[in-house]
């Protein structure tokens, strides 16, 4: 397994029931998935780019990534019920550690002017959200084959039961989170 899995198991599970002052392992809040989502309505009429999305997705992630379909038709946005307009992928299991590591090792540290994620990236329920506005920072991508640059937005889903759980999950993990 992947040296931030065994860093959870050893560290931090230890760390968080000590501290929370929890009677069971069972009890220790884990990361259950990671979820990877690119909105692609502004290249669905290009289907070469959408397919280099895909294939760029593929790659960060290591798995088939999925197609979304609008739930609704909203003219503004000039989309129509069950049009395609975004990319997914669930990482679980053994890809849900190895892009961990990968993102929090090698990618995030590639941001220009990154300063830390923000405290408002975990919500109430101990999830992480974080919005990356270029692709670029995963070391599979080659730049100079990348046709469009695009974003994505990274969910860590935990099992913490608030804000402050998740936080602590974090942080003992090595996740770059700025100090209050």
């Known amino acids: 397994m992947s040296k931030i899995y065994e860093k959870y198991k050893t560290e ?3 760390e ?3 501290s929370l002052k ?4 069972l009890q220790v809040p ?7 989502n690119v909105g692609i309505g502004k290249f669905i009429k290009d289907s070469a780019l959408v397919a280099d999305i895909f294939n760029s997705l593929k790659a960060i992630t290591g ?3 999925v197609m979304t ?5 909203i003219a503004g946005f000039k989309t129509r019920e069950g049009l395609e307009i975004g990319i997914k992928v669930t990482l679980r299991g053994k890809r849900k550690w190895d892009f961990l590591e990968k993102l929090v090792g090698a990618s995030i540290p590639r941001i220009r002017d990154f300063h ?6 975990v919500d109430k329920g101990g999830n992480l959200n974080l919005g990356i506005k270029e692709h670029l920072i995963f070391p599979e991508i080659l730049p100079e084959q990348v046709k469009t640059i695009f974003g994505m937005q990274v969910n860590v889903v935990t099992n913490a039961k608030n804000q402050e759980e998740g936080m602590m999950l974090f942080r003992l993990m090595g ?3 700025e100090k209050k």
């Open 63 to 65: 798995q088939k990534p």
């Open 30 to 36: 884990k990361i259950e998935k990671v979820v990877v």
């Open 22 to 25: 929890l009677k069971n392992d």
């Open 116 to 121: 830390g994620i923000k405290v408002g990236a």
């Open 175 to 177: 996740f770059p989170i």
């Open 69 to 73: 379909k609008a739930k609704q038709s």
């Open 12 to 14: 931090v599970a230890a």
């Open 16 to 18: 968080m029931k000590k």
